[in-house]
């Protein structure tokens, strides 16, 4: 009875040190994530409320609306290969991510409306604008409602509901998985390091096996965009939002955009937006379309191509077929 004794003395106390270690892991991840969006950012005023943004880079400025689960941070790590070519970045965080307030009506619409507040700030008269993931609703919204200060449109991934039907409906299992991680930061961290595979299936919408065997730079890039979702509790708002925006139609008339228009996705993105990327092509006169055969919904294999890709549409002269 004694050596029993010891023993499940001496498991609850290897319990006890391991779960103090892995406590301090995670407060120390959390630390880690605060300070990386402290700091780096400015907040600005507009008919919607505030409205957190930063800038990066020298050099012909784009908007760039981020997807979900991200934040200014997520469209400053996006656009690096931009960065790169000569770019200037602006990076606002949308209604409910991070500093952004959270209006009692956080549409696409109201959120293009509040990034032209965001360029009056800034002197800015137009400016080329692209959107990721679900950031591409309000990219339209703004060439739609704004054309006259929208330069150039640019859809990447773009998760929206053009057919009237959600294009990857989420099953109760998942629904509930995605709202407990939004909420908790401890849920989240801890997801990271048991169920990589599943997060980036569920959340990333791209097969794990891609990921595993794509070149290091980018299995690194996709753990990044994963740990940069943390702190995600100051996320949660918007990415709910999010997930709401992008499972109902999107009520816009694509076929009035007047903005010379570049649509990128990925076949194999599960959350379905090559089909989307299509229909929204089509819609749109003059447009340019760029399908990838594999890499998810985080274009894995093709970071340097798409900006490749967004760096030539954006320094091509005007041409008498596009639009505008």
């Given at each position: ?11 609850a106390a290897v319990l006890l040190a ?61 656009t690096e290969g931009l960065l790169r ?233 005007p041409s008498s077929d596009r639009p505008?």
């Amino acid at each position: 009875m004694r050596a029993r004794s010891r023993l499940a003395f001496l498991t609850a106390a290897v319990l006890l040190a391991a779960g103090g270690i892995a406590y301090r892991e995670y407060a120390g991840a959390v630390a880690a994530a605060e300070r990386r969006v402290s700091g780096r950012s400015d907040v600005v005023a507009t008919r919607h409320g505030r409205l957190q943004y930063a800038v990066a880079g020298r050099g012909t400025p784009l908007l760039m609306i981020h997807g979900t689960g991200g934040g200014f941070d997520q469209g400053l790590t996006f656009t690096e290969g931009l960065l790169r070519r000569g770019f200037q970045v602006i990076a606002p965080s949308r209604f409910g991510y991070l500093q952004s307030d959270f209006p009692a009506d956080p549409s696409s619409a109201n959120q293009a409306d509040a990034l032209v507040d965001l360029l009056d700030h800034l002197g800015i008269d137009r400016i080329a604008v692209a959107g990721g993931s679900a950031g591409a609703l309000a990219a339209a919204e703004f060439a739609l409602r704004h054309p006259d200060r929208c330069s150039a449109l640019i859809l990447v991934v773009p998760a929206a509901n053009v057919r009237g039907a959600d294009p990857v409906e989420m099953s109760g299992a998942q629904e509930f998985f995605v709202r407990r991680l939004t909420g908790s930061n401890l849920l989240f961290w801890t997801a990271l390091r048991v169920a990589r595979d599943r997060m980036i299936a569920t959340l990333l919408a791209t097969d794990p096996a891609l990921v595993r065997n794509a070149s290091p730079s980018e299995q690194r890039r996709a753990q990044r965009i994963l740990e940069e979702i943390m702190p995600v509790q100051r996320r949660s708002r918007g990415m709910l939002n999010d997930a709401r925006l992008a499972g109902h139609p999107a009520r816009m008339n694509f076929r009035q955009i007047r903005v010379p228009t570049l649509v990128i996705s990925a076949e194999d993105d599960q959350f379905g937006t090559a089909a989307t990327a299509r229909d929204i092509a089509a819609q749109v006169a003059g447009s340019r379309l760029v399908i990838f055969p594999k890499g998810g919904h985080i274009w894995v294999g093709h970071d340097e191509r798409l900006w490749a890709e967004v760096a030539r549409f954006l320094r091509a002269p005007p041409s008498s077929d596009r639009p505008g």
